[in-house]
């Protein structure tokens, strides 16, 4: 009696690439965040070269958020609003192409607060870092920016590169 050689093996050729195009399915909705490059290694050139090829957008969602009436707004790119009241919809075709966009080049999240608009450009390792526009006109400090350890104005009035870093932020303030 002849024994067929693959037929123990079978069942494992159809469920491991099985489980691996599944593993990829579930991965594809954190490819950009891995994408983003470490915060700690960005500095202010990389910032000032990277707002400068999406200022045109940054600046329309600015404008947005400056007239409208909320005073604290999250918006990650991809999805609505959020803030603590509900969920309110970008009503402005172009802004809403804006954060799409800005979303695709890397951008994690913007954030609004009374006295500032905040772009995460880079993410990781307890680190972000970004572009930070002040509503008030005063240098944002550490009420706007939780865990700040640099930040430095960009070539634009009102702009200002930031890095906030949890762990240089424990180590620097210790009591």
Do not use: C
């Not at 991965?27 to 070269?49: H, T, Y």
């Not at 999406?54 to 959020?82: H, K, T």
């Amino acid at each position: 009696m002849k024994r067929d050689f693959w037929r123990p093996y079978s069942l494992s050729i159809l469920i491991i690439p099985a489980l691996l195009v599944g593993i990829w399915i579930i991965a594809l909705p954190f490819i950009p965040f891995l994408r983003n490059a470490d915060a700690s290694s960005q500095g202010v050139d990389e910032m000032r070269a990277d707002f400068a090829r999406n200022q045109r957008r940054i600046e329309l969602i600015v404008d947005y958020l400056v007239r409208s009436d909320y005073d604290r707004v999250r918006i990650w790119p991809g999805q609505d609003f959020a803030n603590p009241h509900g969920h309110p919809q970008i009503n402005n075709r172009r802004v809403e192409r804006a954060v799409v966009r800005l979303g695709q080049r890397g951008y994690s999240l913007i954030r609004k607060n009374a006295d500032a608009i905040v772009f995460f450009r880079w993410a990781g390792r307890g680190a972000r870092a970004g572009a930070v526009y002040s509503i008030n006109g005063q240098t944002p400090g550490e009420e706007t920016l939780e865990y700040l350890v640099h930040i430095e104005p960009l070539s634009v009035p009102g702009w200002y590169f930031f890095r906030e870093d949890f762990n240089e932020w424990r180590l620097r303030n210790r009591n």
